[in-house]
């Protein structure tokens, strides 16, 4: 089992940035990809972007590709979700995941492993 904590939400004007922690703990030499996903109000939960633990391999949602980046430090065991340029559609809660298993990167039911979630705001 992987337990994650988010960090690093919070209100910003739009054209701002942003950058979100998960810091994974536990079966940790298990995790295969980490992920980011997003629910705004009334809508399902998306992809945003994911990296392949070891091999650093980076995936995007097309909504964001060019304004975020997603990385991992293995120093500080922490992934990383930097993100620029925010426009008010990015107005959600951000959630990080963890997968062990090796399947798609991007699909939300590749990964067993959620964090609590943190706000994001972008106001206009």
């Known amino acids: 089992q992987v337990q994650l904590v988010e960090s690093g939400g919070g209100l910003v004007q739009a054209g701002g940035s942003l950058r979100l922690s998960c810091a994974p703990s536990?079966?940790?030499?298990?995790?295969?990809?980490m992920g980011w996903f997003r629910q705004a109000p009334g809508k399902e939960r998306e992809f945003v972007a994911a990296i392949r633990w070891s091999a650093g391999y980076t995936y995007y949602a097309d909504s964001v590709k060019g304004r975020f980046t997603v990385s991992r430090d293995y120093a500080k065991n922490t992934v990383y979700l930097q993100m620029n340029s925010l426009k008010p559609e990015d107005t959600a809660v951000y959630y990080c995941a963890a997968s062990t298993a090796i399947k798609s990167a991007t699909r939300l039911d590749s990964f067993g492993s959620w964090g609590q979630g943190t706000q994001v705001t972008v106001s206009s």
């Open positions: 536990g079966r940790t030499f298990s995790v295969y990809t």
